[in-house]
């Protein structure tokens, strides 16, 4: 069983980290969109598409980012107590909040899908005067938070290692 978790873990943890590490680059991205924003609207006409091109990018930028943040224990945490606590308390607490971030990440991918559906099927398309169809930006939503999910029970099997007194 531990094995299985092993090889789980060492899956998700390298696309995880792959993809992150490239996601990292968006932040160019963001800025060249921006920067043509600026020019545009100085020296020609304003460009209608940047502003939401933008946003689309830093949509992308942060749900794929999350996997990584989680992986690398950036997330933002309430260290009052945390910080003191031994590697294997931190496992047990860790190993019973994470259900909680699982249930609910599991509630965003039932609505993401729903919506992404609902955006294949009518065409939706947002109602600014660029008007981009909406069905890319909801889909890589649906799979920053699939990947989220799986970084949280690769996050899950590591606690569960770590109590059991074995590296994953």
């Known amino acids: 069983m531990l094995s299985m978790m092993g090889k789980y873990v060492r899956v998700v943890d390298a696309i995880n980290y792959r993809m992150g590490r490239l996601i990292m680059y ?3 991205v963001m800025m060249g969109i921006l920067l043509w924003s600026s020019i545009s609207k100085t020296f020609f006409l304003p460009s209608l598409w940047t ?6 990018a830093m949509v992308a930028y942060y749900i794929l980012g999350g996997p990584y ?7 933002v945490r309430m260290d009052l107590f945390y910080g003191a606590w031994s590697d294997k308390k931190k496992a047990q607490i860790d190993a019973i909040t994470v259900f909680f971030l699982i249930f609910y990440l599991g509630v965003m991918l039932y609505g993401a899908y729903d919506s992404t559906s609902y955006s294949f099927q009518y065409g939706e398309r947002s109602p600014t005067a660029w008007r981009p169809y909406l069905w890319p930006i909801k889909v890589v939503m649906c799979f920053g938070i699939f990947m989220m999910l799986l970084q949280s029970i690769s996050e899950l099997f590591k606690d569960i290692a770590t109590l059991k007194g074995v590296k994953l």
Not at 69 to 75: A, K, P, R, V
Request: net charge negative; hydrophobic share 55%; charged share 5%.
């Open 26 to 28: 968006f932040i160019f």
């Open 51 to 56: 502003l939401e091109m933008a946003q689309f």
């Open 69 to 75: 943040s989680l992986q690398m224990g950036s997330n």
